[in-house]
């Protein structure tokens, strides 16, 4: 996915905490966002970073490290409809996708 | 819903036809992005319009065209099509002044190439 690396699958539980990792290439590097797909509809938006450190937003947070070229989702609590695809997308002067991670939690 | 729309929901056609995909932005966004996602290759950015005029260009084809009205709404025209065309194709808009580049999607379209 054009410089942009992510698990491709990854399982948890229902009320566990995961870590979805994305490391990009930092050339041209504007800002890192979050964004959630369930199969067959259409992506929503999660979250956005554009300076080191931690953005919370619920049972979501996002990290980056803008010099290790770096960024994780940590989904806290998890629930049955978590169970999504999640793609990181770095923004230079357009948004280029990971490929994603397919997250399937388990009751 | 984003309140992006596209149209159609499905198209199914045949190889070497030629179609037009439909995009309206949300009210108030100036910036209309297409995007298509196919099984094997994830969400590939095309072209991006900002208020009638070509911003930004990624992997579309020759054989694909787009274009943004003045009243803002958007057309992705697909010709020759062939078999590897068979994909979602997204539209996004954008709000100005937002976070940059916050995209909202409409549903999509999926064209079946036969």
């Known amino acids: 996915g054009q410089n942009i690396d992510q698990p491709t699958e990854m399982t948890a539980t229902e009320g566990a905490i995961v870590q979805i990792n994305c490391t990009y290439q930092t050339s041209g590097f504007n800002g890192l966002f979050w964004y959630q797909q369930h199969a067959g509809e259409a992506p929503t938006f999660l979250s956005y970073n554009v300076l080191d450190g931690l953005e919370e937003k619920g049972r979501f947070s996002s990290f980056l490290s803008r010099s290790k070229g770096y960024s994780y989702l940590l989904l806290k609590e998890l629930q049955m409809k978590d169970s999504a695809s999640y793609l990181c997308?770095?923004?230079?002067?357009?948004?280029?996708f990971g490929t994603g991670t397919r997250l399937q939690v388990f009751p | 819903d984003s309140g992006v729309t596209q149209t159609p929901k499905h198209l199914i056609t045949a190889t070497g036809q030629r179609v037009t995909l439909r995009c309206s932005p949300r009210?108030?966004?100036?910036?209309v992005y297409w995007y298509q996602q196919s099984l094997d290759q994830g969400l590939q950015f095309l072209i991006h319009?900002?208020?009638?005029?070509?911003?930004a260009k990624g992997n579309i084809l020759e054989r694909f065209s787009a274009q943004q009205f003045p009243d803002l709404h958007s057309e992705l025209n697909l010709s020759s099509l062939e078999l590897g065309d068979s994909a979602l194709y997204f539209c996004?808009?954008?709000?100005?002044?937002?976070?940059?580049?916050?995209?909202?999607f409409g549903p999509g379209t999926r064209l079946t190439v036969l």
């Open positions: 997308a770095r923004f230079t002067d357009k948004l280029i």
């Open positions: 996004a808009s954008s709000v100005p002044g937002g976070i940059p580049n916050e995209q909202f």
């Open positions: 009210s108030g966004d100036l910036s």
């Open positions: 319009y900002y208020n009638g005029e070509e911003r």
